[in-house]
């Protein structure tokens, strides 16, 4: 099933090229909305981008130690580790999750609103990052929507009735909410942080959803109840966020708390070490970038 995923991620990306020109982020609905993701088809992606690679998990048998003790899984350096979910046979709308572990890691936001970049771009920016993922949704100007904090400076302006935020506090500690339950405060002290919505799982259950049914790539950002940060990429089709929102705690992965980042053509996803490669369509301004401590 993994190869034939793979050659399926490798079909959707062949499709003709189009403008790197993301269309403006509509305005957000006072509810958790699904609407502000847009819809992306194969012809949307360009073939300049490198395929997503979709790597297969370990059988458990192997003697290397980066394997991961749980054999669903796959270590693809130390305190990380990668698996691919196939929701209900649907191998469109597989979902690609990398599990971190935060006191291996340190989390960094990178903001360039006037030079956005795309996956290959980014990758030569950020050569140390052990990984990186598009972080909040945008205007036409490529300026972010919603709160972004880079290395202590704030830019954009809150969300504080819809959606999540996921930070890193001045004393290192990872910090992921909901911004209904805990909005932020001026002041707090967080070194970074990105927002995006809407909620998808709350305490474990799938978080309510007006969702219109529209399938299309999503990039979603978790914590289990071990404390791992588990951040999600669907790097074909992908799935309408109410599906999404449903099957996620449906999962083995013991997801406490997520929600969805900017995704359609804005998703993307690169780690050097577990050769994956998720391109996005647009131009990427704001990203998430994880670092060996």
């Keep these: 099933m993994i190869k034939r995923i793979g050659m399926l991620a490798i079909l959707v990306l062949t499709g003709c090229s189009m403008a790197q020109t993301p269309p403006p982020t509509p305005p957000a609905p006072e509810i958790e909305s699904a609407t502000a993701v847009n819809t992306l088809s194969p012809a949307d992606i360009s073939p300049d981008d490198p395929a997503p690679d979709v790597v297969p998990s370990p059988d458990g048998s192997s003697s290397d130690p980066l394997w991961s003790a749980d054999p669903l899984w796959s270590a693809i350096a130390p305190g ?8 209900d046979g649907n191998e469109l709308g597989a979902v690609l999750v990398v599990r971190v572990d935060p006191s291996r890691y340190e989390f960094r936001v990178h903001y360039r609103a006037e030079q956005p970049l795309n996956l290959r771009g980014w990758r030569d920016l950020l050569p140390t990052a052990a990984l990186f993922i598009n972080a909040n949704f945008f205007d036409e100007n490529y300026r972010i929507v919603g709160l972004l904090i880079q290395d202590g400076a704030v830019f954009g302006w809150p969300y504080t009735e819809r959606g999540g935020l996921f930070g890193v506090r001045d004393d290192g500690a990872v910090v992921l909410r909901s911004n209904r339950e805990a909005p ?9 942080a990105v927002q995006a919505f809407p909620m998808l ?3 474990g259950q799938p978080a309510p959803i007006f969702d219109e049914g529209r399938v299309s790539r999503r990039t979603a950002i978790g914590v289990d109840a071990e404390g791992r940060v588990l951040l999600m990429v669907t790097p074909l089709l992908g799935l309408s966020l109410g599906d999404l929102a449903a099957y996620l705690p449906r999962t083995d992965l013991g997801l406490v708390t997520a929600f969805a ?3 359609g053509r804005s998703t993307m996803m690169s780690a050097a070490a577990g050769d994956i490669n998720v391109p996005s369509v647009s131009l990427i301004p704001a990203v998430l970038a994880v670092y060996p401590r």
């Design 80 to 87: 990380m580790e990668q698996r691919l979910y196939v929701p």
């Design 184 to 192: 932020y405060q001026a002041g707090e002290p967080l070194r970074q």
């Design 201 to 203: 799982v709350i305490d």
């Design 261 to 263: 980042l900017d995704g």
